[in-house]
């Protein structure tokens, strides 16, 4: 395909058109179609595809359209929108062949949804609209008084960003050691040179707290969020603010960091480690590794701020590969909760059974509770109990359409599947043998919640979890009552864990939290550790009561490595420890890993795609450098119905997986008719969970 010299404005044009096909369809990445006149690479056009009109994109310069198959011709051309930038289609085009995607699929998915579906018109009338909104007047800076003085620690690091601001930077801080006033810093001298910036985090619920300070710190500047819970309008309202350089500041979830941004010049990636980076579906990408790859190729300097630092990321400081700032203390010398280690084993039992709150740390609690102080206690699984179970015959509450158990809500009287959502009122008697006698086994927050309660006569408790918070609205409310006092104590799953600020809380207490030291999982560990770190950092914020304040951790492995280095705060001796463990298991960031993931109503079908996909891999020539593990199940082999499989690649070179994932997988789709009754594939690069 060799480009025109020069502009071409008459005659019939090829224009290349990425577009939205099916993955794995037999279609070609691009689509060649006729135009009428020259478009630049980045127009949006509609464009006919089989008997539909499909968005897309125009991705390659014209060539003339010479002799050569009829082509069908362009049906819209949406001129009203500035075309998307070279910088945007290198982000995009990156992605797809990283992570094994069509262009056109993963170009066209990450647009806001009434994007693809406006044509020119009905965009046109949008962008008038939009544009007729005033320019916000003065950009303003906010009053010096309102900004603290920094911290040493913060002016150090401030300084050693200014000095190199270039490249991809580790701001790793503890909880409360002011992270985000560094961000709001740098971010006002990118401002003032008349650049974007970009912030991305981690969770929908954690923008509004983040919109606030930056609105506040940036007045008469035009600050937009990008997230799924937008209505489409707004979405794209935002989007277009974004791609116009209208808004001067983005702050989004993972999505974001796909927002077109003509003056880009800073990228702030919070909470770096945190899981809601990756896309679990569809194009499997990492927001926080495309965000460093897109600043690396915008020369834009790529700020990562966590606690707990993604071993990965870690890694990349310790080799010198990032520059790691450090911010070892809290704000206002408030020091770091107190790590008390709760022994189960030395605990008297009742009836052989360990009570749910062990009675030193239910004393603590009440001690909270006179001084009028708060209480978190996290346990980490919803609903009432995970099985129902009778003791006459064994029976258990499976899912029917899973293999797992059914979990007891109580509120509602349910069982339900939180793998399928499969959900249906509690029997009266067992199913199986008539037994009335059928009782909970184990314990969730709503059973947390009860006993609590009874436990502590006159006090408020109250309970934070996906359940609690399934009502637009309710989290808001529910967090406005922690933080206005009405609470007194709060159980919560990890989602209370992250990023609030509850001023009055005293004491974090995790209940139980060993299952993942013995997980299969091997970034179990990691993840249970920036866990406890970040809950242990909703207590004692205010300088106040930080000297009061107390973690405790009630656990039947005290001694275990984690959690000592935990009572000392100690990251780096964690990391330490973990990264000596990957590196002699072969395992990430020592290693790069490739999932291939089958689904069929029989597992014996999708074993035996992922063996026929295993023995095309030997025939490879890049094999040699990558390993293909036998298929094994997923933890939970069967949700809704379906079987899965799943396969593990694993290299010591990342280029070398690509090379070998790049000349694998297109052969895969053609296998993939060879096996009747496969529902689906898909192949996951750097997965998080294997
Ligand atoms: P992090 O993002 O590291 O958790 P924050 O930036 O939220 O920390 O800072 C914690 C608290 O300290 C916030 O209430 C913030 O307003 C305040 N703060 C941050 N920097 C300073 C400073 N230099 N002087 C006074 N207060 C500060
Ligand atoms: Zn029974
Ligand atoms: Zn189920």
Known sequence: MSDVEGPVTTGRHCVAVAVETPHHAALEALLDYEATHALAPGTLVRVPLGRHERPGIVWARQRPAAA????????????????????????????????????????????????????????????????????????????????????????????ALQADA????????????????????????????????????????????????????????????????????????????????RADLVLGTRLAVFAPMPRLGLVVVDEEHDASFKQQEGARYSARDLAVWRGQNEQVPVLLGSATPSLETWQRAEQGRYQRLTLATRIGAGAMPRVRLLDTRQLPRQRGVLPAVAAPLLDAVRQRIARGEQSLLLLNRRG?????????????????????????????????????????????????????????????????????????????????????????????????????????????????AKGHDFRRMTLVAAIDPDGALYSSDFRAGERLFALLMQAGGRAGRSAEQAAASEMWVQTASPEHPLYQALVKHDFSAFAASQLAERRSAGLPPYSSLALVRAEAREAAVATAFLQAASEAAAALAEGGA????????????????????????????????????????????????????????AVDVDPLVI
């Open 166 to 245: 270039s490249g991809t930077t580790l701001l790793h801080g503890v909880t409360g050691s002011g992270k985000t006033e560094v961000y709001l810093r740098l971010a006002a001298q990118v401002l003032a040179a008349g650049r974007q910036v970009l912030v991305l985090v981690p969770e929908i619920n954690l923008t509004p707290q983040l919109e606030a300070r930056f609105a506040a710190r940036f007045p008469g500047r035009r600050l937009v969020s990008l997230h799924s819970a937008l209505t489409p309008a707004q979405r794209l309202n935002h989007w277009l603010l974004a791609h116009l350089g």
């Open 626 to 681: 990558v390993s293909v593990y036998p298929p094994v199940p997923p933890a939970v082999p069967r949700v809704a119905g379906v079987e899965r499989m799943q396969m593990l690649l694993e290299s010591a070179s990342r280029p070398a997986l690509q090379r070998f994932l790049s000349a694998w997988l297109p052969g895969l789709q053609a296998l993939r008719k060879q096996h009747k009754g496969l529902a689906r594939w």
């Open 68 to 159: 050569g198959p009829v082509l069908r011709p362009v049906s819209e051309v949406l001129e009203g929108l500035p075309p998307l930038s070279a910088h945007w289609m290198a982000l995009v085009a990156f992605a797809a062949a990283y992570y094994q995607r069509h262009v056109g699929e993963l170009a066209l998915t990450v647009l806001p949804p009434e994007l693809r579906r406006s044509d020119d018109r009905q965009l046109g009338r949008r962008l008038t609209r939009l544009l007729r909104e005033p320019e916000v007047a003065a950009p303003g800076a906010a009053a010096a008084a309102d900004m603290p003085a920094l911290s040493v620690e913060q002016a150090a690091a401030l300084a």
């Open 384 to 496: 009432y109990a995970p099985v129902l179970h009778c003791h006459h015959c064994s029976w258990k509450s499976g899912c029917p359409h899973c293999s797992a158990w059914r979990v007891f809500h109580k509120a509602d009287r349910t069982l339900r599947c939180h793998h399928c959502g499969f959900a249906e009122p509690v029997p009266r008697a067992c199913p199986d043998c008539g037994n009335l006698d059928i009782a909970p086994l184990g314990r969730g927050t709503e059973k947390l919640e009860e006993q609590l309660a009874a436990l502590l006569p006159g006090a408020r408790v109250a309970r934070i979890d996906a359940d609690s918070t399934r009502h637009k609205g309710a989290l808001e409310s529910q967090l406005g009552a922690v933080h206005d006092g009405e609470v007194d104590v709060l159980v919560g799953t990890q989602m209370v």
